[in-house]
């Protein structure tokens, strides 16, 4: 990699201020390997209460604030029916997703209980692939009528009197993919958004909807043509180490070399919705993303039919440095597209590739659980006007700044957070900061995330070989720098 020989961040505090969502600090989860059972639902494990909801686990996101969970899938959705996972008799499902027995001891009453104790906002994935409008909209009564018809009695009967109250709804999961259990065409699924939609509005006006949607013009301008009256979000995914057949993690330098993938979805994404004609009217939301692809590798010639191998996703030695610095530039990218992404969510929040780690004996947090704490707790609540300029570091003919920046301010623009990532492996850079035309100079307070090494990571043995510092650093006439493999969060202000 080249070394960086000048890099500026300017920040224009007078410009307009845009007041970003936290719900782009979302996560997911999925009925895939041992994110729920084994991972927060674990009945009879003693850090669990009397739910069976591990409260180590509830404790840890707690940290992270998660303003919103997005469940049960994923492509599991795509072939969960949910009144399987309700009321007093749970009789087990063969999971068509995942090749996998479900208990459905972990069902949407499980799931909003569970989300009320972390306080996050429920999101329900419905099934677009094996089922349909009605079911859709059978699972919307169960949860937020009060007391009509056969559904919000059966809630009630179930021990749950005042309704759920679910607000966050998609129709589906990627049944753009011939991966997905019920995969359409763009017509089909322009037509089934809309019938589906339709009938769960009938029910609930009030609910926030999304649906399945891609960074292609084709699918989505059929999809918006068709639904998009109904739609309040357009969901996208993205993972961009791609390791669900083979798991061979890529390294520091390779990953980091993807850090601007997720912006070239965005851009697309936000032209399709402009030329649709709901610019302003229908956000993004990326509610699958991961820098790592899922391990389920497929198994003579079965999809995804190799269970043992999903154990793979459990190496914690996979998820280091590169992992949060592709992650905190992943949310400054949302960041600076925050009048469009209004959400995104972690894929997924507990184990597989998660930020936290959870085993029989306790938690581990991993390199991305510390920075999505960083942002989720010390940004403040404005994104400013900021411009970096920063040589480039080349790696296999990919090209990214070595620095990348977002700013955010209080709005009496008196208190300033700045995300700032130096993605060098080696190097610590030297950068010029500055605030309204004035070089920064001073100390200023900083919490520092950037481990040993680029490729450091925790784990069991050693939960906190890489975790967050406070720091103080020093600017003169705007010249400060970054240590290597780093995510800063630089504090200024009285
Ligand atoms: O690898 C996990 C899968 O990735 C999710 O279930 C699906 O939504 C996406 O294709």
Redesign the pocket.
């Known amino acids: 990699m080249t070394t960086p020989d000048r890099n500026t961040i300017t920040i224009e505090p007078s410009r307009r201020l845009r007041r970003y969502d936290r719900m782009i600090f979302g996560q997911f989860l999925?009925h895939?390997h041992r994110q729920v059972y084994g991972g927060l639902f674990e009945p009879g494990s003693p850090l669990a209460d009397e739910h069976g909801f591990r409260m180590d686990v509830v404790e840890a996101l707690g940290e992270l604030r998660v303003p919103i969970v997005r469940w049960p899938?994923?492509?599991?959705?795509s072939a969960y029916h949910w009144e399987h996972g309700v009321g007093a008799d749970r009789q087990p499902s063969y999971d068509k997703?995942w090749s996998v027995e479900d208990p459905n001891t972990f069902g949407t009453d499980e799931f909003v209980a569970w989300c009320r104790l972390i306080g996050a906002e429920p999101y329900i994935c419905t099934n677009a692939g094996s089922g349909g409008p009605e079911e859709m909209s059978n699972w919307v009564e169960y949860c937020n009528l009060e007391s009509m018809g056969r559904w919000a009695r059966m809630r009630r009967a179930n021990g749950s009197k005042a309704p759920h109250r679910v607000r966050y709804w998609s129709v589906g999961?990627?049944n753009y993919?011939a991966?997905?259990i019920g995969t359409k065409t763009r017509d089909e699924w322009g037509r089934l958004v809309a019938e589906s939609a339709k009938m769960m509005k009938r029910v609930d006006p009030g609910i926030v909807l999304l649906a399945a949607a891609l960074p292609d013009v084709d699918w989505t301008m059929e999809l918006l043509r068709q639904a998009g009256g109904y739609l309040d979000y357009v969901s996208i995914?993205g993972?961009w180490d791609a390791l669900?057949q083979e798991n061979r993690p890529g390294g520091y330098e390779a990953c980091v070399s993807r850090c601007l993938a997720p912006e070239d979805a965005i851009r697309k994404t936000r032209q399709i919705i402009a030329g649709a004609g709901y610019e302003g009217r229908i956000g993004i939301a990326f509610d699958?993303w991961n820098l790592r692809?899922?391990h389920?590798p497929d198994k003579g010639g079965a999809a995804f039919a190799d269970v043992r191998a999903r154990d793979k996703n459990d190496l914690n030695s996979t998820y280091t440095m590169a992992d949060a610095v592709f992650s905190a530039s992943f949310l400054n990218t949302c960041l600076r597209h925050c009048d469009a992404v209004g959400m995104a969510n972690m894929?997924p929040v507990i184990n597989?590739r998660g930020p936290l780690f959870v085993h029989p004996r306790g938690i581990v947090k991993r390199t991305t659980f510390h920075v999505m704490a960083m942002y989720a707790n010390h940004l403040r609540d404005n994104v400013a006007d900021a411009r970096v300029e920063s040589s480039p570091l080349e790696y296999a003919e990919k090209s990214v700044p070595v620095l990348d920046a977002v700013a955010t301010c209080d709005d009496d623009r008196s208190h300033w957070s700045i995300a700032v990532v130096n993605r060098h492996p080696d190097r610590e850079t030297a950068c010029e900061l500055s605030l309204g035309g004035g070089g920064l100079s001073g100390q200023h307070d900083a919490l520092v995330l950037s481990g040993p090494a680029p490729d450091a990571y925790n784990d069991v043995e050693c939960p906190d070989r890489v975790a967050p510092a406070r720091a103080s650093l020093t600017f003169e006439d705007g010249r400060g720098s970054f240590p290597p493999h780093s995510v800063t969060i630089l504090k200024i202000g009285p």
């Open positions: 999925e895939f899938g994923g492509c599991f959705a997703a999961n990627e993919g991966w997905e995914h993972y669900h699958e692809g899922w389920h894929s597989t």
